[in-house]
């Protein structure tokens, strides 16, 4: 088992920041890619980042260029930040992990990711 706990969600105004971070504990060992999904009122969740196997990195085309994952093997933490924050970024983010096949390492599939945290909630506001 994974347990994952997500801290930094505020409300912010459009053009902001904000940092969030995710620690993870129990069998860490067992899952190779950690990433942040995230879920808009009266949407389906969509990935946002993730890290696969500690350097292969992925972001959704909508976060491009303004979000950067991260991650501290050594802390068991990943990071998200999120800058140029835009009201649509508003959603509950959660962390993720899982163990993805190589062959499908840049997956953005929710089923895909076995550990969920219990969400942080960012508001961004016009």
């Known amino acids: 088992q994974v347990q994952l706990v997500e801290s930094g969600g505020d409300s912010v105004q459009a053009g902001g920041s904000l940092r969030l971070s995710c620690a993870a504990s129990?069998?860490?060992?067992?899952?190779?890619?950690m990433g942040w999904f995230r879920q808009a009122p009266g949407k389906e969740r969509e990935g946002v980042a993730t890290?696969?196997?500690?350097?292969?990195?992925y972001y959704a085309d909508s976060v491009k260029g303004r979000f950067i994952i991260s991650q501290d093997s050594a802390k068991n933490t990943v990071y998200l930040q999120m800058n140029f924050l835009k009201p649509e970024d508003t959603a509950i983010y959660y962390c993720?992990?899982?163990?993805?096949?190589?062959?499908?390492?840049?997956?953005?599939?929710?089923?895909?990711?076995?550990?969920w945290g219990q969400g942080t909630q960012v508001t961004v506001s016009s």
């Open positions: 129990g069998s860490t060992y067992s899952t190779n890619t």
């Open positions: 890290i696969f196997g500690g350097d292969s990195i």
């Open positions: 993720v992990t899982g163990t993805l096949r190589y062959e499908a390492r840049w997956s953005m599939r929710p089923g895909d990711f076995g550990y």
